[in-house]
């Protein structure tokens, strides 16, 4: 099947340039990362059901794995929404490489969308933590996968997902010359991100992975 051209993107988020500034002028080590990523930044598909979709394919795999599988799976269906993905196979999606416990994830989270509804036309209007409660109440949606959320679709701009594990190794190699760090050392560097540590965690996850993550 011929691949897609997904014309759901949208420019990247108004602040990230301003962002960028004050941030290499706040860290020194993301004075020398943000330099050699100088792009568009989080860019955002709009469409809030790929987004968590999305972000399920990628719970605890590694960039590459995610997008390789999420590949297969696009290739599986028409279109990826709500009603195909009711509609689809267990076996044609566990073909794709999904888990059994995703793939009911995935179709728990379509039936929120199909039958049930969620408040997405509020969602611009609620805080970060808000948003968070709402996400987690819907089965196979954690902290981790509402943050990437609250990121991609909301381009919300002082996200620190702390349960990412490219974040935290990005941190260890970039802060502590390649020493594990816990969840409060990444949290006590990344106060020095704040407003903006969304930002600052796009740009770290690349200085690990080049490729942009998307969700």
């Not at 949290?187 to 993550?213: C, F, G, H, K, Q």
Request: charged share 30%; net charge positive; hydrophobic share 40%.
């Amino acid at each position: 099947m011929a691949k897609r051209i997904d014309m759901t993107k949208e420019v990247s988020a108004d602040y990230w340039d301003d962002a960028c500034i004050k941030l290499m002028k706040q860290d020194r080590i993301l004075k020398k990362i943000i330099p050699k990523f100088k792009d568009t930044g989080v860019v955002s598909r709009g469409d809030p059901f790929l987004t968590l979709a999305r972000s399920i394919v990628g719970q605890q795999i590694s960039v590459a794995s995610a997008q390789a599988v999420w590949n297969r799976f696009e290739a599986s269906l028409d279109k990826v929404n709500p009603k195909q993905v009711i509609a689809a196979e267990f076996e044609s999606l566990k073909a794709v490489g999904l888990s059994g416990r995703k793939i009911e994830y995935i179709k728990d989270l379509a039936e929120h969308f199909q039958n049930q509804g969620l408040s997405r036309t509020k969602w611009h209007q609620l805080d970060d933590e808000s948003v968070i409660k709402e996400l987690t109440n819907i089965r196979g949606i954690g902290r981790w996968t509402a943050e990437m959320f609250l990121i991609f679709n909301l381009k919300r701009p002082d996200i620190l997902p702390l349960d990412d594990i490219g974040l935290l190794r990005a941190i260890s190699i970039n802060y502590f010359s390649g020493e594990k760090v816990t969840r409060s050392e990444a949290r006590e560097v990344a106060e020095n991100w704040a407003p903006w540590r969304t930002v600052a965690t796009w740009y770290l996850w690349r200085s690990i992975d080049p490729i942009p993550v998307d969700y």
